[in-house]
């Protein structure tokens, strides 16, 4: 069973408004990823981190940032929400460098109304 | 560029028979592949992996998946359905080094009829 908490798990705010999502693991795992995932949509990746300090920008163009302060810890911000932004956010991590076994989060479902 | 398609976007079967989901993947090297599983709010699931060895590869909840090389596929299998079965199963391939990423497909809705 994999240990990565995402809170909250959902959400519902008014447009302009900042917000972070959370999302951490116990794992000691050094990459973390962000996925967005539209209702019966296929995953897309939106931010990954190789570790502390890293942050990369995924396939897919997003508002969002993130950062990477602490191993176990990977928030995902968004500065000024939109509606477009509704959608669920998917937060995942994984050990080794060659073999991308990813762990998942529950995911946070965001409304931006 | 690797790419992953799930070509049954929705299926359905009864309880006690079987299934298979299909997959098919382009990738230009030897691909890692995963199938993964989500319930209706929650995160994804690892149900199985290959990375190589024998092709036929053991996962959890009584699944199984065959890695065909000549055909590009590795198709998920099952010889009889719960109903606790009915999920979302997501396809993915990854690459052997540290670069590459997991591709997703765009998944298949399994329903499952009492």
């Known amino acids: 069973e994999a240990d990565i908490y995402q809170t909250p798990r959902y959400l519902v705010i008014g447009t302009g408004k900042k917000i972070t999502l959370e999302c951490s693991q116990t794992m000691g795992h050094d990459k973390m990823y962000w996925y967005q995932q539209d209702p019966g949509m296929e995953l897309h990746l939106i931010h990954y981190?190789?570790?502390?300090?890293?942050?990369e920008k995924g396939d897919l163009s997003s508002e969002s940032t993130v950062s990477r302060i602490r191993t176990e810890h990977f928030p995902l911000t968004l500065e000024s929400a939109r509606p477009s932004h509704t959608s669920q956010y998917l937060c995942?991590?994984?050990?080794?460098?060659?073999?991308?076994?990813?762990?998942f989060g529950p995911g946070t479902r965001l409304l931006v109304l | 560029a690797q790419s992953v398609t799930q070509p049954d976007i929705h299926i359905t079967v009864s309880e006690g028979a079987s299934l298979e989901l299909r997959c098919n993947y382009s990738y230009g090297a030897t691909p890692y592949l995963f199938w993964y599983v989500q319930s209706p709010g929650q995160g994804l699931q690892l149900l199985l992996k290959y990375f190589s060895g024998d092709t036929l590869v053991q996962g959890i909840k009584g699944f199984e998946a065959e890695f065909k090389r000549s055909q590009s596929s590795f198709n998920l299998r099952k010889p009889s359905v719960h109903w606790s079965d009915a999920a979302e199963y997501f396809c993915a391939v990854g690459g052997n080094n540290a670069g590459n990423m997991l591709t997703f497909g765009g998944g298949t809705r399994l329903m499952v009829k009492p």
């Open positions: 981190s190789y570790g502390v300090n890293s942050t």
């Open positions: 995942a991590s994984s050990e080794a460098l060659f073999q991308e076994t990813q762990y």
